[in-house]
């Protein structure tokens, strides 16, 4: 026996050994490109499954136990052992699946496999009923990655099934030696001196040698004299580190010919304890071509940005510049590399900054193009305007970055206005007067005497000075008629006087007119009030920075601020944090006390976080609905400082927000939950940290509200997986790759009385996913309604079929129906077209809505499921008791059973809370005049403890577990019907 343990165990550690070396070179590198290793991965997902599948195979039992001792894997063998212990075992403690007894027994082994350390013993291992006993070698694994231990693996080995595990292995074997012949990328193996041991087909395809050509050679005879420097580092490498690569080369082909190659390698040790370096080679011919396209592209497109006549700019998400042509530069009057990851704000005048980000934030946010007018000052500070075309733009690593064209359009303005004025001076509108050279006024029109309060003879004689309100200094004078020297004119805003000694702004364009000799003889200038625009301009900047409801600032407002902050922290050495507060069930007080009060209630948060958010610096904004955000600034540079501070902030705020709210007519007690992200790095992406903070808020949400969380990055991987489900799951609804299962429904008089139709997915890549996973999520993203219409389409279908087998005929079928599901318009129709179609007996077809669907427009479930009762279809309410339903409309809906819920089925015969409810739902159920099923039941006991209670029809794992229907039919025929 031990010899066959030797040998078994041998056949292990070589399977491990392969499998670790085919991982290496599928995988090439962690850091390899994702692109460059998506037909790798493939195959080592491939590989991956393979090994399920052989493990499963195997008659050992084997499982995968994490740090914390819940299951992550169990082999076939290892859940038919434990069966009684549950139907999935992922998650589970080890406590709970061996047993406390086992588990102290088994404690000091576990406790050195976490430290790393291999065990091995002997022990009779009982199953939970301990009507089975078998005598196994036990072996403890350690899994160690990147020198810390993620978990172990347990291995139970019964002797008399070592013939068995040996096949396995030797399948196994073969399969990954399949993989390596398939691989498409060149794969060999080398001594330290270069010469080659073993390669496959790719490898000689890609130097152009046959197999025997290539014993022959070495690996430096296709290596060009070049590389020798950059071979010499990439050896010490590999026997520094284990590995090299992966670095770009070219090979010599047999042809002579260049190929260029991307090589990746690692170091092995071989049987006869030499070491030994697996190459992965891959031909990147086509990659190399497309590189030196996009390098011409580039060069021609920097060249014609560069030379044309315009403002060509490129700017990331928080508005810094990433690219700008030459001629920006000039206008900015800075070097390129001045300019370069700077924002507007540290590059023009606060004013004129905040347009051009206010501008920036419309297409950054909207993701729409924009275009406008902009006015930017030149070197010389002088304003210059600008047609400006601003879009989205998707580029590395800046997925949302917009481009921007501005053509220099001042001189064109000037002229136009020039032409305006000399035709329409005294026709216009707009204040106007006319000055000699000298600049003294000769004429003034009606216009320019109501806004200033000077008559025309007050004004005839004068000079503009007369106007002047010393807001503006010498400078500005003087540069402005330096304007008009060299240009011919000028405009723009300045602040005046009128005669009242009330000072007002105003647009101002001054022309000069030249004779034929080119001498100045007049001046021309008109000017309009903008008292009543600029009120306008700062009703509209509340209106489009405010929110309406509360007066806080809105979401662009937040984002601006933000903006400012990132920019001062990294100037400053301090740290700010970023707040997304969410009210826990809000809508629940708009649906039931109603939209008034729910909008007082959103002041009254207002009112509470502005008070408690009192710091100049910070900030307190509605970002829509009932979600706010608060910005915390100048915070400790200090990380952990800076988290307790947001922290303790956060902690007065959930405090705050749970004080009740109290009107006259209602009394509302609400909470929030509160997700944290802390900013301050340099090239702090906006619009990230809101993600950012949003993913922390959804996950304190997502335990139970009241919370606050920080955010971790394990929440963006939780997304991504998320997304990724979300596609495989609508491929699947396109190519229809769900099954129904189907568990028995029993009756203690009758036997089989009919099913549960379940949904099965099984995905070609992730293989079965529970629908525990991806029910939730069709549910949130509306694939619910293509998925329930084809459940209830097969189900329907499936019932037409047996309807034509005797044995079959009498058997009904309950289908799960979604509360969203159920609320659409067309669904009675979508039921009976079903039924229709398939010609199913409607009297067989069973609903089964959870109790959630009582909670809106009762009136409208009571209709629906009174229209299909008149058909004949019948109604189960599903997981009873776990949910709201109130009795006065229980009453009044058609139903004709309700079903108990697993969750107080599993522990009635040790919890009496559960076994209390039970009782109470069977009573009412009877008294109501309803029929009872219970969901859960396993064992004989828990069956008859429900019959005592006056239970009597069952679904459960005691009789059948889910089945596919043709297995489902073989159980049927054997058990025929009682």
Same mark, same amino acid.
């Given at each position: 026996m031990t010899r066959k343990l030797s040998q078994r165990e041998a056949e292990v550690h070589r399977l491990t050994v392969e499998n670790k070396r085919l991982k290496r070179i599928l995988a090439f590198e962690a850091n390899t490109s994702?692109?460059?290793?998506?037909?790798?991965?493939?195959?080592?997902?491939?590989?991956?499954?393979?090994?399920?599948?052989?493990?499963?195979?195997?008659?050992?039992?084997?499982?995968?136990?994490d740090r914390n001792l819940r299951n992550r894997f169990s082999n076939t063998a290892y859940i038919e052992w434990y069966s009684d212990v549950a139907t999935s075992m992922t998650g589970k403690h080890l406590r709970e699946v061996i047993g406390e007894e086992r588990y102290q027994l088994n404690l000091p082994y576990i406790e050195a496999a976490l430290r790393g350390e291999a065990q091995e013993f002997e022990s009779a291992i009982p199953t939970p009923d301990g009507n089975q006993v078998r005598h196994s070698l036990i072996r403890y694994v350690p899994d160690i990655s990147d020198g810390e231990v993620q978990g172990f693996y347990a291995m139970l080995s019964d002797v008399s099934r070592l013939k068995q595990t040996e096949t396995a292995l030797r399948e196994k074997d073969q399969k990954l030696n399949g993989l390596y012949e398939l691989s498409s990328l060149g794969i060999a193996l080398a001594s330290m001196s270069g010469r080659f041991i073993e390669f496959n087909a790719s490898f000689c395809a890609i130097c152009g040698y046959e197999a025997q050509e290539l014993k022959n050679l070495d690996y430096w005879k296709l290596t060009p004299e070049k590389y020798a420097a950059t071979e010499a580092i990439e050896l010490e490498a590999i026997k520094r580190t284990g590995h090299f690569?992966?670095? @770009?080369?070219?090979?010599?082909?047999?042809?002579?010919s260049l190929?260029?190659?991307?090589?990746?390698?690692?170091?092995?040790?071989?049987?006869?304890?030499?070491?030994?370096?697996?190459?992965?080679?891959?031909?990147?011919? @086509?990659?190399?071509?497309?590189?030196?396209?996009?390098?011409?592209q580039r060069r021609f497109l920097e060249t014609v940005n560069d030379n044309v006549q315009a403002n060509v700019y490129i700017k990331d998400e928080d508005g810094r510049y990433l690219y700008v042509n030459q001629t920006v530069a000039t206008v900015f009057g800075r070097p390129i590399a001045d300019i370069l990851g700077k924002s507007d704000i540290e590059i023009h005048p606060p004013q004129t900054a905040r347009k051009l980000m206010a501008f920036d934030s419309e297409v950054l946010l909207?993701?729409?193009?924009?275009?406008?007018?902009?006015?930017v000052p030149d070197e010389s500070g002088a304003h210059r305007y600008y047609w400006s075309v601003k879009m989205p733009i998707a580029i590395r690593n800046h997925p949302n970055a917009l481009i921007g064209f501005s053509t220099d359009i001042t001189e064109r303005k000037a002229a136009e206005d020039a032409q305006r004025i000399a035709s329409t001076a005294f026709e216009s509108q707009q204040s106007t007067f006319i000055t000699d050279a000298n600049k003294v006024i000769l004429r003034v029109n009606k216009a320019f005497t109501e806004v200033t309060g000077y008559t025309l003879q007050e004004a005839v004689g004068q000079t503009p000075a007369l106007l002047k309100s010393e807001r503006q200094n010498a400078a500005f004078y003087a540069a402005m008629w330096d304007s008009i020297s060299r240009t011919g004119t000028w405009q723009g805003e300045i602040w005046n006087r009128r005669k009242n000694g009330d000072v007002y702004p105003e647009h101002l364009s001054i022309s000069?007119?030249?004779?034929?000799?080119?001498?100045?003889?007049?001046?021309?200038?008109?000017?309009?009030?903008?008292?009543?625009?600029?009120?306008?301009?700062?009703?509209?900047?509340?209106?489009a920075y405010t929110d309406t409801l509360t007066g806080l600032p809105n979401r662009i407002m937040l984002i601006v601020r933000l903006q400012q902050a990132v920019m001062a922290a990294e100037n400053q050495n301090y740290r700010s944090a970023l707040l997304m507060v969410d009210l826990d069930h809000f809508k629940n007080i708009n649906d039931s006390l109603g939209h008034d009060l729910g909008d007082e209630v959103l002041k009254c948060i207002a009112n509470r976080l502005s008070a408690l958010v009192q710091r100049e610096c910070d900030s307190v904004a509605r970002l829509g609905a009932d979600e706010f955000g608060v910005l915390l600034d100048h915070l400790s540079p200090d990380l952990e400082t800076a988290l307790q501070e947001a922290e303790a902030v956060t902690h007065r705020i959930?405090?705050?927000?749970r004080e009740p709210y109290q009107n006259a007519n209602s009394r509302v007690t609400f909470t929030a939950s509160i997700g944290i992200t802390l900013l301050g790095k340099k090239q702090e992406q906006i619009l990230a940290s809101l993600k950012r903070a949003e993913l922390a808020m959804f996950h304190a949400?997502?335990?139970?509200?009241?919370?606050?969380?920080?955010?971790?990055?394990?929440?963006?991987?939780?997304?991504?997986?998320?997304?990724?489900?979300?596609?495989?799951?609508?491929?699947?609804?396109?190519?229809?790759?769900?099954?129904?299962?189907?568990?028995?429904?029993?009756?203690?008089?009758?036997?089989?009385?009919?099913?549960?139709?379940?949904l099965r997915w099984f995905d070609p890549k992730r293989g079965m996913i529970s629908p525990a996973e991806f029910i939730p999520l069709a549910e949130a993203n509306g694939l619910i309604l293509p998925i329930g219409a084809w459940v209830l389409e097969t189900a329907c279908q499936q019932l037409a079929a047996w309807a034509h087998q005797p044995r079959m005929a009498h058997l009904s079928i309950a289908v799960n129906v979604s509360a969203r599901q159920f609320r659409e318009s067309g669904f009675v129709d979508q039921v009976l077209t079903a039924l229709e179609r398939s010609g199913a007996n409607p009297n067989l077809l069973k609903l089964e809505p959870t109790e959630s669907v009582l909670i809106t427009n009762i009136e409208d479930v009571i209709a629906?499921?009174?229209?299909?009762?008149?058909?004949?279809?019948?109604?189960?309410?599903?997981d009873f008791g776990t949910g709201y339903s109130s009795l006065a409309y229980l009453k009044r809906l058609p139903l004709e059973q309700l079903k108990i819920d697993q969750g107080f089925v599993r522990d009635i015969l040790t919890n009496p809370d559960d076994a209390a409810i039970v009782r109470a739902i069977i009573a009412m159920a009877t008294s109501m005049g309803m029929g009872v099923i219970a969901e859960g039941v396993e064992t004989e006991a828990q069956r008859d403890f429900l019959t005592s209670l006056g239970c009597h029809t069952y679904q459960g794992y005691l009789f059948s577990k889910p089945l596919p229907v043709a297995e489902f039919e073989t159980l049927l025929k054997r058990l025929g019907r009682a």
């Open positions: 994702a692109g460059e290793l998506l037909e790798g991965e493939e195959r080592l997902d491939q590989a991956n499954l393979d090994l399920r599948l052989v493990l499963n195979d195997m008659p050992a039992m084997i499982s995968y136990w690569g992966p670095y @770009e080369k070219e090979y010599i082909r047999k042809d002579g190929i260029p190659v991307s090589l990746s390698g690692v170091l092995i040790t071989g049987q006869d304890d030499q070491p030994y370096i697996w190459f992965i080679v891959e031909d990147i011919t @086509e990659r190399k071509h497309r590189e030196e396209q996009i390098e011409d909207n993701g729409v193009r924009h275009a406008a007018e902009e006015m000069s007119v030249k004779n034929e000799t080119g001498l100045v003889t007049h001046y021309v200038g008109t000017f309009s009030d903008l008292t009543s625009d600029k009120a306008a301009e700062e009703q509209s900047r509340k209106l959930l405090e705050a927000i949400k997502s335990a139970g509200g009241n919370d606050l969380q920080f955010f971790d990055p394990q929440m963006q991987a939780t997304v991504n997986a998320r997304v990724a489900l979300e596609a495989a799951l609508r491929e699947a609804v396109q190519t229809q790759q769900f099954t129904l299962h189907y568990q028995a429904q029993v009756s203690d008089s009758e036997g089989i009385i009919g099913v549960e139709a379940l629906k499921m009174t229209a299909l009762r008149e058909h004949g279809v019948g109604f189960s309410i599903d």
